[in-house]
């Protein structure tokens, strides 16, 4: 666990995250994208109530989530509780778990206290309020907000921790199980874009947590390993 915290891939994974956000919010990237969608979509969240944007990638795969994490819970119980013949699949299941856990979790507090608008509702794309970078103070008579960061991103992006799960018990499939994590967050982010729910730095901060998330749960249940705990 030292070995993590201490380590330089922490440090650049941080210090990239400090860069993107910057370049993104204070840079002005979040905004000007944001631009292009909503233009493209003829000056109004067109796809904000599609069904493919809407009851598919929204709806649907927050259930399927559901369904998938709920499965991960049941298999780490059987294998802790019944099943104690493959420790190190155990291990592996109980550090996948711990992870979707604290990534869910972390995503949803933040989103909680951090009252940052939607795109939606500011008045640069039809809404009615005005726009404030994410270290900015909103005034108290604006409603609060939950915009912040993307709590729908993390459906996807909590499963990067697959990629330190396989590292553990089956590596060949790692930057496979890395793939299924990035590519269900960057769709189920850039659904919630399009649909005017949030900017790409939401979708950043949500991905940074979820990868942070699995590399300390994996680092705190592999405590000996090398690997897990100071290498990508």
Same mark, same amino acid.
């Given at each position: 666990? $030292?070995?993590? %915290?201490?380590?330089?891939?922490?440090? =650049?994974?941080?210090?990239?995250?400090?860069?993107?956000? &910057?370049?993104?919010? +204070? #840079? #002005?990237?979040?905004?000007?994208?944001?631009?292009?969608?909503?233009?493209?979509?003829?000056?109004?969240?067109?796809?904000?109530?599609?069904? +493919?944007?809407?009851? @598919? %990638?929204?709806?649907?795969? $927050?259930?399927?989530?559901?369904?998938?994490?709920?499965?991960?819970?049941?298999?780490? =119980?059987?294998?802790? *509780?019944?099943?104690?013949?493959?420790?190190?699949?155990?291990?592996?299941?109980?550090?996948? !778990?711990?992870? @979707?856990?604290?990534?869910?979790?972390?995503?949803?507090?933040?989103?909680?206290?951090?009252? +940052?608008?939607?795109?939606?509702?500011?008045?640069?794309? /039809? /809404?009615?309020?005005?726009?404030?970078? %994410?270290?900015?103070? $909103?005034?108290?008579?604006?409603?609060?907000?939950?915009?912040?960061?993307?709590?729908?991103?993390? *459906?996807?992006?909590?499963?990067? =921790?697959?990629?330190?799960?396989?590292?553990?018990?089956?590596?060949?499939?790692? @930057?496979? #199980?890395? =793939? *299924?994590?990035?590519?269900? #967050?960057?769709? @189920? /982010?850039?659904?919630?874009? &399009? $649909? /005017?729910?949030?900017?790409?730095?939401?979708?950043?901060?949500? &991905?940074?947590?979820? &990868?942070?998330?699995?590399?300390? !749960?994996?680092?705190? *249940?592999?405590?000996?390993?090398?690997? +897990?705990?100071?290498?990508?």
């Amino acid at each position: 666990m $030292r070995q993590f %915290l201490v380590s330089k891939s922490l440090f =650049a994974l941080t210090s990239g995250y400090c860069i993107l956000m &910057l370049l993104l919010d +204070v #840079g #002005g990237i979040d905004i000007w994208l944001a631009t292009k969608f909503y233009a493209l979509e003829g000056y109004t969240w067109a796809l904000k109530d599609y069904w +493919v944007t809407e009851q @598919l %990638l929204h709806i649907g795969a $927050r259930k399927l989530n559901y369904v998938l994490a709920l499965a991960i819970l049941l298999i780490t =119980a059987y294998f802790q *509780v019944i099943n104690k013949t493959q420790p190190q699949l155990s291990k592996a299941f109980l550090a996948l !778990c711990l992870s @979707l856990i604290c990534s869910f979790t972390l995503v949803a507090y933040f989103k909680a206290i951090s009252n +940052v608008a939607c795109p939606w509702s500011l008045s640069l794309f /039809g /809404g009615n309020e005005p726009y404030f970078h %994410l270290l900015q103070n $909103r005034p108290s008579y604006l409603p609060y907000s939950q915009c912040f960061p993307a709590g729908h991103a993390s *459906v996807g992006y909590a499963w990067v =921790a697959l990629y330190y799960f396989f590292k553990c018990c089956k590596a060949e499939y790692r @930057l496979l #199980g890395l =793939a *299924v994590g990035l590519t269900a #967050g960057f769709i @189920l /982010g850039l659904t919630q874009q &399009l $649909r /005017g729910a949030h900017f790409m730095s939401h979708d950043i901060t949500t &991905l940074f947590i979820c &990868l942070t998330s699995a590399r300390i !749960c994996f680092a705190v *249940v592999f405590p000996q390993s090398k690997s +897990v705990a100071t290498s990508g």
